[in-house]
């Protein structure tokens, strides 16, 4: 379970973060969902420990990694997968050198082992066979599935995402959505990911959580949030210009 407790963090003096909670039950698919700059990636990068907060915790089953050392952090970190908003795959490497990097850079698994693993899990995202094409070849959803793959690679108790459908259509965006919530349920991971779009939050979310002015101000289900009462929720959600978010 991951536990996030009065997380505050600022950038030039400008706060993000002010004093943040929230819980992420294992097993549970949470999206963040807040306008663009609210600070939803700079939460994900804490909940890896690629930023220290100024103060506040985060607990991953009871361990506080706020105050880990380099090396604790680095264990701790391969019990997770990141998928990036840009894929993040490397041009020089093939799809299956991408895919097995986190293998042989963390792994003493032999190379036969690697490459069986490598197509197993190119095989959950539906990308069979193409082990030896280059990035450059795909189209933005493949890499996107990839960037999939390789975050599963190291079978991770947690996956994050950044802006999952970011640049795809509408059509790619909701098959991107359908994969994210399948691998959920086969591999019982829990995932957290960051977007503002609520198309996407809807189709994969267990709860969703709103973050505003550096706070959590609404958790709940879908059907819970279509519901709620909140001026703030309702203007995201609904996608209008005007209301309490902007006229501030």
Known sequence: MIVIEGLEKSFDGRPVLRGLD??????????VIGR??????VLLKHLIGL??????????DGN???????????ELRK????VFQGAALFDSLSVGENVALPLREHTRLSEKDIRKRVSEKLGLVELEGIEDARPSSLSGGMKKRVGLAR?????????????????????????????????QKKLSITSVAVTHDMRSAYRIADKIAMLHDGKIIYKGTP??????????????????ASGPITDS
């Open 36 to 41: 663009s700059g609210c600070g939803k990636s």
């Open 22 to 31: 929230l819980t992420i039950q294992d097993g549970e698919s949470l999206v």
């Open 64 to 74: 506080d990694l706020t105050t880990m050392r380099e090396e604790q952090l680095n």
């Open 51 to 60: 930023m220290r907060p100024e103060s506040g915790h985060v607990y991953i």
């Open 79 to 82: 019990r997770f997968g990141m």
């Open 223 to 240: 059907d819970e949030i279509r519901r709620c009462q909140d001026s703030r929720v309702c203007q995201f959600i609904s996608g209008s």
């Open 151 to 183: 975050a599963i690679a190291m079978d991770p108790e947690f996956v994050l995402y950044d802006e999952p459908t970011t640049g795809l259509d509408p059509i790619m965006a909701d098959a991107i959505n359908s994969l994210i919530r399948n691998l």
